[in-house]
Structure formats: structure tokens, C-alpha cells
């Protein structure tokens, strides 16, 4: 559940310029400690969390206030609606390539808008007893998310190779406006 706050206020803002709408319907899958509902929450009241971890579950139920809290593994979630965003924040890492873009493919069967955020090279064991936070994509780059995963847009992104903390992407679904991109290299 290790999560960087990089594109957290540039993200927030793109979506609800992009979904101004109150009743927008959002997916957020691997809540984790429920980031993404506190960024949108005073904002849209129809979200939904995706969560795999036992230890998480109470928090998100009780605290964050999503409507409903789903406890599974995203790979084997079963969409009884269609979300308007989906978004899935620090997720994709954990899962192997083919497992992630089976994912992809049925989400955008699913919804207007994927929202994948991700961190570059970023190996990662588990975490307070938690094996679903093992990186199991550590090498991920702006290019190679792209090529893995063609469905996806870069949106915001911040990329250097050469220090510790390599930087971090978020991929949408749809073909971003030049104006809302912003690379930092």
C-alpha cells in the first residue's frame, strides 16, 4: 500500500474536469488504505472499492464511506455495473503482464475511463506481512507500459533513470488533450 502523492491534486482536478458530474460511478480497485476516496469523496458519493487484503477491509468499510466494498482479487471481480471511471492506483505492479492486460481488456469492457497509476523500477517485497504488495512488474518505464499495455494514454509522468525514486505514471484510457499532458523527464 506504499503510495506516492506526485500526481495526486493534478489527477483529482483532471477528473472532475473531465466528470464534473456529482453522480459520476467510480471503481477504485486495491482501495488499499482508501486514497483515492479521500481525494474524490467531498466531491462524487457513488464510489467503489475493490480490495484483496483482509486488513484493509474494516478501514475501507468503515472510515472512507464507499458505497460498497468489494473483497476480492480484481482478477476475479465480476462487474454487475458499468462504471463510469475505473481507476486503479498502484495495482498493475503486482500482477504479471499477462494477468494485467486480461484485466485491461475487461475493465474497458466495463467503463468510459481507466486510470492506471504506476511507479518506475520499483522493485518491492512484501509489506507487513502483506505477499500482495510484491512487485511483480518492478521494471516498469513510461515506454514499456505503453507497449504492455497499448490501451493506456500517458497523462502525467515523471521519469528519471538516474536517481533513487525513479518516478511515477498515470495511464488513461481515452487519448489526452495535449494541454492535459504533462511529462516531466
Not at 500482495?132 to 490501451?151: A, C, F, G, K, S
Request: include cysteine; glycine fraction near 6%.
Amino acid at each position: 500500500m506504499v503510495s506516492c502523492p506526485m500526481w495526486d491534486s493534478d489527477l483529482s482536478k483532471w477528473i472532475r474536469k473531465h466528470y464534473p458530474e456529482e453522480e459520476t460511478t467510480i471503481l477504485d480497485i486495491g482501495a488499499g488504505n482508501g486514497k483515492y476516496r479521500r481525494l474524490l469523496g467531498d466531491y462524487y458519493d457513488n464510489m467503489d472499492a475493490v480490495e484483496i487484503w483482509d486488513d484493509y477491509i474494516p478501514q475501507l468499510k468503515e472510515r472512507d464511506k464507499y458505497r460498497y466494498v468489494f473483497h476480492c482479487d480484481a482478477r476475479k471481480f465480476k462487474f454487475t455495473e458499468k462504471y463510469d471511471i475505473v481507476i486503479m492506483g498502484d495495482v498493475l505492479e503486482h500482477m504479471t503482464v499477462e494477468d494485467g492486460q486480461k484485466l485491461i481488456d475487461y475493465i474497458l469492457q466495463n467503463t468510459r475511463e481507466l486510470i492506471v497509476v504506476v511507479p518506475y523500477m520499483y522493485p518491492q517485497h512484501a509489506l507487513y506481512g502483506n505477499t500482495y504488495e510484491i512487485h511483480l512488474q518492478p521494471d516498469l518505464t513510461p515506454d514499456n507500459v505503453t507497449e504492455r499495455y497499448p490501451q493506456l494514454h500517458m497523462l502525467y509522468s515523471r521519469f528519471n533513470p538516474n536517481v533513487g525514486f525513479k518516478g511515477i505514471g498515470v495511464f488513461i484510457s481515452t487519448l489526452p488533450k495535449n494541454s492535459d499532458m504533462q511529462i516531466i523527464t
